[in-house]
């Protein structure tokens, strides 16, 4: 599975555009990359998932180069309750093979009014 | 849909006892996850289900612990001669996975499980 990489931690205001990068330079041919978002006492919830490009949704963007090794999630105007850890996932879940996701240990993101 | 529903979801229990979970994934949903997260950690993989069949098991899962889904819809993790070590929050999760993409996972909000 490929290996993740993520900033332990990031600040940010309201209101205010946050860009949280992941690393992961040995994605294979297959993988998707999949975001996901937790708060305190619950379960992760996904965000948003691609394969290259750009792909938008009603809450994020996501932003993965031509070369697939990293890529941005893109949260717009965020408020107090964005505040969570947030997880950057690479694999590939098709078919029966033994490609089970696997967390880091994501990025924490405090935003201050 | 009501989501992926975990029971219970706080558990005390003493050293040496046993504990089972029980989950109750998306009801279309063909597979079935757990995982066990500590504190300050990302959720750590322990198996994984596609209808009854249990397709993979983490290294993590001694055997102590064991995970079922008898007829492909509710799944039960028990964990023997429980140890402190074992306090953690278990999470499962539930996908359908077609033929082709990649269906993310539902998270249920766990069960959190306290051994004194």
């Known amino acids: 599975l490929a290996k993740t990489t993520q900033p332990i931690s990031m600040d940010s205001y309201e209101g205010q555009e946050v860009n949280i990068t992941c690393s992961h330079n040995?994605?294979?041919?297959?993988?998707?990359i999949t975001w996901y978002q937790q708060f305190p006492s619950q379960g992760p919830r996904f965000i948003i998932q691609g394969y290259k490009t750009k792909v938008t949704n009603e809450v994020a963007s996501l932003f993965i180069p031509a070369d697939r090794k990293s890529s941005t999630l893109s949260l717009p105007r965020v408020s107090l309750s964005d505040t969570a850890v947030y997880y950057c996932?690479?694999?590939?879940?098709?078919?029966?093979?033994?490609?089970?996701?696997?967390f880091g240990s994501g990025t924490r993101l405090q935003v201050q009014p | 849909d009501t989501g992926v529903s975990q029971d219970p979801r706080h558990k005390i229990t003493k050293r040496g006892q046993n504990v089972t979970f029980r989950c109750d994934p998306i009801?279309?949903?063909?597979?079935l996850y757990w995982y066990r997260q500590t504190l300050g950690q990302g959720p750590e993989f322990l198996t994984y289900?596609?209808?009854?069949?249990?397709?993979?098991k983490s290294r993590l899962l001694s055997d102590r612990f064991s995970a079922e889904r008898p007829k492909g819809s509710f799944s039960t993790l028990e964990i023997q001669r429980t140890e402190q070590g074992d306090s953690a929050m278990y999470l499962c999760a539930s996908s359908f996975e077609p033929t082709g993409g990649n269906s993310p996972l539902h998270f249920g909000n766990g069960t959190r499980l306290t051994v004194t």
């Open positions: 009801s279309e949903h063909n597979r």
């Open positions: 289900f596609q209808n009854e069949a249990q397709l993979e």
């Open positions: 040995n994605i294979a041919t297959n993988d998707y």
């Open positions: 996932l690479v694999g590939d879940t098709r078919g029966t093979g033994r490609r089970a996701l696997t």
